[in-house]
């Protein structure tokens, strides 16, 4: 059938969600859900945001309900940079981008800083929302080679020469979806003083950054290199993402075309939004609940490390993060993690694939599993599930026994 709609190149680029696409599987009635990277719900505060709303509504209707600023709300910004001062980042509150999400802020990034066929590092694997985020601007990635304590300075020191051009390197440093890997403060200082020689930009992204469960991160780093980054952050994952409301630190250099570009997606973020959420977190709200949350995830990561070495086969490879919402798994070898998930499913439990977290040569064995929404529980339950799945596959298929 003909039509006389023409779609631009770049929408080809645009896939939909791996993870979005599973969740709707998820609905089905008896699935333990290890898949989506959802915050609890049972930590929202539901008590105080709709004490808050009900101040809004009656301080500042009129205010709340108008049009707002596309810098965002002055108050909130004036927050965001007094917090991340404690992280070592000295920002100034017109350096505050208030954004639709943290996810909203990679899509500026790519929006002002992406060319098609120029060339943005990422970690291998990265986060699947960065690399939908930046498809459609037609870049060329560059996979920096990765291991458990994050990206390899050494990665980024041959940038020049491999990939010369890079635009950016996008890092997430603490508790990394999807491995929840967290870099030491060596390797900070290693990556930061090879993003410097190589002359490259960090975009640092950090949503999880606040859920660490022995000992927070070390400093950021946009704290170790202020003029060649950008700082991502979000309240999603600490107060509620239903609100969608993230913020960008940016230098001088490009916060107005940032701005600009964020004036076309959307004019601003809704202002009514961050006014209840300021009115939450103004008087240290988020230094109470917060630690409620660490505790919870703690709880969850514990007895997802417990039922993983007592239910998963021999054979299968992960680390117990020290932070976050996620364990990255490796099956053996021989098994594929896509070809996999229907028989979870079918048994009853959901994660997901690790192929997609690839930006180039994914690796089929592995799989990234969510401990926050579950109880222990459940989440018992659903680990020796799927370390069931897997002896049935491994009884079927020999070979894939190690």
């Known amino acids: 059938m003909s039509t006389v709609w023409t779609q631009a190149r770049r929408a080809a680029r645009m896939n939909p969600s791996i993870i979005r696409e599973i969740l709707k599987v998820t609905e089905k009635p008896g699935i333990l859900s290890m898949a989506g990277g959802l915050p609890s719900a049972d930590t929202f505060p539901v008590d105080e945001i709709k004490a808050a709303c009900d101040r809004v509504l009656s301080q500042n209707p009129k205010e709340a309900l108008q049009y707002a600023s596309s810098e965002g709300f002055a108050p909130l910004r004036e927050w965001v940079a007094a917090r991340v001062a404690q992280l070592g980042i000295q920002a100034r509150p017109d350096q505050v981008l208030i954004t639709s999400g943290s996810q909203q802020g990679l899509d500026l990034v790519g929006k002002v800083m992406c060319d098609a066929g120029a060339p943005v590092a990422v970690e291998t694997p990265t986060y699947l929302g960065a690399l939908q985020a930046f498809n459609p601007y037609e870049p060329i990635y560059a996979s920096l080679a990765s291991d458990e304590g994050g990206v390899r300075p050494e990665a980024i020191a041959a940038l020049p020469h491999d990939a010369p051009g890079t635009r950016f390197a996008y890092l ?7 491995t929840g890997r967290v870099m030491s403060a060596q390797r900070r200082e290693a990556v930061v003083a090879a993003a410097q020689a190589a002359r490259l930009p960090i975009v640092e992204d950090n949503p999880y950054g606040d859920l660490w469960f022995d000992q927070p991160p070390p400093a950021s780093l946009s704290s170790l290199w202020p003029e060649g980054s950008l700082y991502l952050g979000s309240f999603s994952k600490v107060l509620t993402p239903g609100f969608r409301l993230g913020y960008m630190i940016a230098p001088d250099e490009l916060y107005p075309k ?14 009514f939004n961050q006014r209840v959420v300021h009115e939450v977190i103004k008087n240290g709200f988020l230094d109470q609940h917060v630690p409620k949350i660490r505790a919870r995830y703690k709880a969850n990561r514990d007895a997802m490390a417990a039922a993983m070495q ?10 117990s993060p020290e932070g976050g919402m ?31 977290f690839y930006a180039q040569h994914p690796d089929p064995r592995t799989l990234r599993l969510s401990f926050v929404t579950l109880t222990p529980d459940l989440i018992t339950e659903g680990v020796s599930i799927l370390g069931r799945v897997l002896r049935e596959a491994m009884a079927e298929a020999p070979e894939l026994t190690p």
């Open 172 to 178: 997430l440093p603490n508790y990394q979806n999807p």
């Open 258 to 271: 940032l701005l600009q570009a964020k004036q076309a997606a959307d004019l601003h973020t809704p202002g």
């Open 310 to 319: 007592a239910y998963l086969p021999a054979g299968c490879e992960w680390q």
């Open 326 to 356: 996620f364990f990255w798994v490796r099956l053996p070898e021989g098994f594929d993690a896509m070809a996999l998930l229907p028989l979870a499913v079918e048994a009853g439990i959901a994660f997901v694939p690790g192929a997609a």
